[in-house]
């Protein structure tokens, strides 16, 4: 479905639902970008990859929000495979420990997209995408706003999936000291409080702002 209207509702990711999402989505994009593979073995890793055991918040159940938002804003971007396939590789290599894991992603998708014989203006697009969602500039052009938008989507998640997702990170920051991770994580929410606009995008600042301030100020609180 594609849409540009009405709220946004976000879903429980499971079972047939989540593998015709995912399936579909990836298929879609990676044909729309003129790709000359099937891509079926690299959605075989994507797949493999959000799913990895460590993972919490950066997991399958992320992603599939991610495209599940997205498939319904898709007409809102100026080159939709594009930014669908920067959803898909956005987190593909996440370790807790390390802090290049969006460089080591986009890296990945330009290797994999080169060789499917995209065109370089692509890759070099898909690449910028992915790198943005290290949250640390204000994304600039539409894509780069709308796929940072769908990446934040769950801050304005329902209050129980938001308290969810807050536990999530807990969880994969396990071996962290509860008065440090406190303290980090504190400072991490209240960086996007004090934005004066959470999401870029219209829509999603129509749709999202408002929630999402509420949910921060609770877990800042």
Same mark, same amino acid.
């Given at each position: 479905?594609?849409?540009?209207?009405?709220?946004?509702?976000?879903?429980?990711?499971?079972?047939?639902?989540q593998?015709?999402l995912?399936?579909?989505s990836?298929?879609?994009?990676?044909?729309?970008?003129g790709?000359?593979s099937?891509?079926?073995?690299?959605?075989?890793?994507l797949v493999?990859s959000?799913?990895?055991p460590?993972?919490?918040s950066?997991?399958?159940q992320h992603?599939?929000?991610?495209l599940?938002t997205?498939?319904?804003?898709r007409?809102? /971007?100026?080159?939709?495979?594009? @930014?669908?396939?920067? %959803?898909?590789f956005?987190? +593909?290599?996440? #370790?807790?420990r390390?802090?290049d894991n969006e460089?080591?992603?986009?890296?990945?998708?330009?290797r994999?997209?080169?060789?499917?014989?995209v065109?370089e203006?692509?890759v070099a697009r898909?690449?910028?995408?992915?790198?943005v969602?290290?949250?640390t500039e204000t994304?600039?052009? /539409?894509?780069?706003?709308l796929? @940072?938008d769908?990446? %934040?989507?769950?801050?304005g +998640?329902?209050? #129980?999936?938001f308290?969810e997702?807050e536990q999530?990170?807990?969880?994969e920051?396990?071996?962290?000291?509860n008065?440090?991770?406190?303290?980090?994580?504190?400072?991490?929410?209240?960086s996007?409080?004090d934005r004066p606009?959470?999401?870029?995008?219209?829509h999603?600042?129509?749709?999202?702002?408002?929630r999402?301030?509420?949910?921060?100020r609770?877990?800042?609180?």
């Open positions: 479905m594609e849409t540009v209207c009405g709220s946004l509702p976000m879903l429980p990711p499971s079972g047939s639902y593998v015709l995912l399936q579909t990836f298929e879609r994009a990676w044909r729309d970008i790709a000359n099937s891509g079926s073995s690299l959605y075989e890793e493999a959000y799913s990895e460590h993972r919490r950066h997991s399958i992603l599939t929000e991610c599940q997205y498939d319904m804003v007409l809102l /971007a100026e080159r939709p495979a594009e @930014v669908e396939l920067a %959803l898909w956005h987190d +593909a290599i996440y #370790d807790v390390r802090g460089e080591r992603s986009a890296d990945w998708a330009k994999e997209l080169a060789f499917a014989a065109p203006e692509a898909v690449h910028a995408l992915v790198m969602t290290r949250h994304p600039t052009c /539409a894509d780069q706003q796929l @940072v769908v990446d %934040l989507s769950i801050l +998640a329902p209050q #129980d999936r308290a997702y999530q990170i807990r969880d920051y396990s071996f962290v000291p008065w440090l991770f406190r303290r980090k994580r504190r400072t991490i929410l209240k996007f409080f606009r959470i999401y870029s995008t219209e999603f600042h129509l749709h999202f702002e408002q999402a301030r509420e949910n921060l609770r877990a800042i609180s």
